[in-house]
């Protein structure tokens, strides 16, 4: 099987950007994806690109895809849009993966975009709103915190995770995103702060939820052939797993995990050849503080069960055994869908090449990505390890 | 590289179903795909889906193939859906292709689903009416009718093609849907009735558009290895190719063929290793007339402009040289948009295995399939050959 490596990547700032458009967005992202690789980049030499996206509405209703890639002038590339609500980009990236893989690529992108804060041109945030599995969660009332607020009081009442373990996701993410000048809410949060915020679906507070976001995200990938001539600093994608699971939580058999994590992980753990102790670091999925701790458990990071107990001991800290969202997250850099996944991506090619700037964590070898669509529908988890195979 | 094989295919009837859903839509064409599998299909080992489909709205607002694909029970397989416009189940046929060959997937699903009629529940009719590129087309008034006719028009000045060579096409695909129980226009139609039916966007008359439909189709692929167990017709993905190129018809270099027609099919037949003569049969992408003969001219099986008088030649009907559109097409069988890929990719299916019924044509060994989003911003090609590589 040929290798894919990850010889680029970058995603703009995250954030309310009226003045940007979808294609605006997708561009500074790509142009900036291609100042990070350490060769020559030739355009024409883009064999394929996917672009992970949930909106429509007022925009390009059909070929958003292609309408991204014609406009930084990809002409010569076939260019597919995926959706796996947020798991869009992380999808896209195993899509890449797979066509270097098939070899009908040699350089492929896997990007995404959002624009979600402009209500009038978008429905994006309206859907998000109100969506979720269709004819049981949200034609019943219920919204995205919602769901999460069922995990997390099962998670409590099972496991007995508290308030505190709630609130140290966001205070460690923010913490982690005010060194990141991409991130949306780029403010330390303490505690105290974090315990005591207003409720928004109980027992999820205000910062228990990540904001919503305009953004974008471009990852690079080539062959090991064309990555010779792309990289100094080769970073390999040594596992790419996505797994799905029933689209509505209520006809999963557990509230207090993501059943489509812990398939897709091992998807991916099955093809790096390693266990999940040999992670370094993660960018996992923290649309809710409980998705971060949920992770932990599904991902292999600790016992089930034990993630309230695990994110006290300092574990997931950068200074931890596995430093956990680094980037800020999605509770402080942002969650713009389409673009959340590419943007993982992006932090752990900055790890893993000593580029992070205030927020490096010294000697990572071994990063994941993880991104969930929806609340546990479609889940992507990805192993990226530096060096040539 | 493992090849991909073709081993059961099915489509819904295409029409006006008010009484149907997307997932009962899906699920028959799923339930007769699996029926027609020769060895015993065991749904737990679909190890990858694919879903295409260009609507949300009332419907399932992301994820809608996870969602699909969880009402047949495929909940081992990891789905993604993939929207390419009117290209959206090609795409998903070639990911589906793409993941065996990476070896991601030994059993695969592609299909795809449209509901177009239920003007209440789902803004996708509404959306293909207003749709083409956003800034310069749609919301400059220009419909899909409008950009075709834009395309009918620059060939009858260039080439000499008349309105009697357009009017050949609804004629034969009609005489052909006529033999085709799924079609959702399933009468003939005389040529003069066809020449001189009511103005829909000069040059272009009501019998040189395609209806919208609702439907669905679903593929089943699977490796080399895998399909021996499953049939004793073994049925290749010789080519599988896929180009974009503008979205916008005005920002292409021609109006009067498709280019990412042309690059796509370069790609498939470079991987199939043949010549545009050694097709014996094709599907092609007949949204208005006036593709299906720009079609016979990207895929090389006229010289350029000679498409008019390849049509009055008879070469295109079942007993001529090349037959075209056996099923009907998109004009006579219909158009479920995210189901049109697929339902190509059935009919090639049945007229190998010599199953087509009553428009069985004797003989064919290799067939294609080809399959346009939008006015050409996005293309698949695919070759189909009747054996084992």
Redesign the interface.
Known sequence: ?RDAYLVGAAQTDYGAFPHESYRSLFATAFEDAVASVDGEFDRAAVDE?YVGT?G?GG?????S???V??YVGL?G??????????AASG?ALR?A???I????ADVAIAGGFEVMTDMSGDQTRY?LG??G??EWE?MAGTTFAGVYAQMADAHMADHGTTREHLSRVAAKNHANGANNPHAHLGFECSLDDAMNAPSVAEPLNLYDCCPTSDGASVAILASREAAEELTDTPIRVAG?G??????GLF?RPTLTGIPATTD?AEQAYDEAGIDPADVDFAEVHDCFSIAELMAYEDLGFCEKGEAGPFIESGATEPDGDIPVNLSGGLKSKGHPIGATGGGQAVEVFKQLRGEAGDRQVAGLGRGLAHNV??SG??VTVHVFEEGWA
């Open positions: 099987m690109a949930l429509v925009r390009q209703l059909g070929l895809g292609p309408a890639t014609e002409d590339a076939s260019c597919t849009r995926v959706e796996n609500a947020c999808t899509q993966t797979l066509a893989r098939a070899g009908a859907w109100v969506s599995e269709t949200r790419a996505q797994a799905s699971s029933r689209v006809q897709a669509g929806g529908g479609a």
